[in-house]
């Protein structure tokens, strides 16, 4: 209708190449016309907003036919037309959530009409809808049957396959849905959920970013990605899942267990600078999460930051989070950073006071081993190693077999 009473414009601003992007996020553009309202509410982003039935439209059609003093001529309703109006209102019926109304209409329609393939595929929508999963299984059967090019109704049919826990049929279904129409983002929003099913873990990463690229503002899509990530983590595909994160924290929101997921995937691609402001988020809500103190610390040395790693280890030492943790990371930051004295003098000065400490022993062992100072080394490695015994290690304990190796090496280097 606007582009009929404009000659063909454009109702929106073409702020992207992206038409799916334009019509979700642009307003109507305003022209001077008497049906102008009448078309701005037909495009409504809310579907509850738009015209629910053909009457509603035609009483304002009506309304704007008398302002301007033009007589709407009779209409002589046939039999085709009003069939038709069952499928429209079924179609609206559905868009404003009244599903068994809207079933009762499409199954009207259906008895007169039995070949609509879309009508079936309607059909089997709603019944699956509504929980009746073999109706709606036997619904968009026909449908495909009737249209083998239904990008919808096969897609519709592999969540139903899903559904009934028929993975293997599901991922058929959808990887068809696609191949026809490459830009249907709920087929590949449910061939991703197919995909992890079938253990096509990274190629159910990849769906969801493509989904993204199409409609990024579709909640349903963030509620989906939040509920795959986790597969996508503990498979490690590290990469992917920060990169569905950061479009989740673009167009949606994170909890702080999400932030945390985040920081720890980027922390692992070596995303410093990000996974520090999902670090800080964690520990703003919880200042005492030790795994974020580590990390965050870690982080911000490798980005040559080193007072703020300091400053994170010394949380560890202060809060008496893990001290002996703490402290062997500020030991190895001043090591690191070229101040070996200063950090030689930091753990003697504790180990002074707490000679039992092993993992502090160890630590210095590992910086005088990298100054070549292999007596020292192999002193320290060799108290670490007594302590261990002391406090009742056995002789195939992986620490203590991991301290001999060091001794070992370190005898080597001293020759």
């Not at 907003?49 to 053909?54: D, E, G, I, L, S």
């Not at 393939?117 to 299984?137: D, P, T, V």
């Not at 993204?212 to 989906?224: D, G, I, V, Y």
């Amino acid at each position: 209708m606007y582009q009929l009473i404009t000659k063909g414009a454009y109702p929106y601003v073409m702020s992207s190449p992206d038409i799916r992007q334009v019509h979700l996020s642009e307003p109507v553009k305003k022209i001077n016309h008497p049906l102008f309202e009448i078309c701005k509410k037909c495009l409504e982003k809310d579907l509850s907003k738009r015209y629910q039935q053909f009457q509603e439209l035609f009483k304002d059609l009506d309304k704007v036919s008398k302002s301007e003093g033009i007589e709407i001529p009779k209409q002589i309703i046939t039999r085709d037309d009003k069939l038709e109006e069952l499928y429209i209102l079924s179609r609206s019926l559905s868009a404003i959530g009244e599903n068994k109304e809207a079933l009762r209409a499409i199954d009207q329609y259906l008895s007169h009409q039995p070949d609509h393939y879309s009508a079936w595929s309607q059909k089997g929508r709603l019944e699956f809808e509504l929980g009746n999963l073999q109706n709606a299984l036997v619904a968009t059967k026909k449908a495909v049957y009737l249209y083998q090019y239904s990008s919808t109704a096969l897609n519709n049919l592999g969540a139903i396959y899903l559904e009934l826990d028929n993975n293997a049929d599901a991922k058929t279904c959808l990887l068809r849905a696609v191949e026809i129409d490459p830009e249907n983002s709920g087929a590949l929003m449910n061939l991703a959920n197919a995909l992890v099913e079938t253990g096509d873990i990274s190629e159910a990463s990849q769906c969801l970013l493509k989904c993204f690229q199409l409609t990024p503002q579709k909640k349903s899509l963030h509620t989906n990605s939040k509920n795959l990530l986790p597969a996508f983590v503990q498979n490690q595909l590290f990469e992917f899942s920060a990169d569905i994160y950061k479009l989740l924290l673009t167009y949606s929101s994170l909890s702080i267990n999400e932030h945390f997921n985040y920081a720890m995937c980027n922390y692992q691609i070596h995303r410093f600078n990000e996974a520090v402001k999902s670090f800080e988020i964690v520990l703003s809500a919880n200042p005492k999460d030790a795994t974020a103190l580590v990390n965050i610390s870690k982080s911000y040395y490798f980005i040559g930051n080193v007072d703020k790693a300091i400053f994170y280890s010394d949380k560890l030492i202060s809060e008496e989070i893990n001290p002996a943790q703490g402290m062997s990371m500020k030991a190895q930051y001043l090591h690191q950073s070229g101040r070996f004295n200063e950090a030689e003098k930091y753990l003697l000065d504790i180990l002074t006071k707490f000679p039992m400490t092993d993992f502090l022993w160890l630590t210095l062992g590992d910086i005088y081993s990298k100054e070549k100072l292999f007596n020292k080394a192999l002193n320290c490695y060799q108290k670490t190693r007594q302590i261990k015994k002391q406090k009742g290690a056995s002789d195939n304990d992986k620490d203590l077999i991991f301290i001999e190796q060091k001794i070992n090496d370190t005898k080597k280097n001293a020759l």
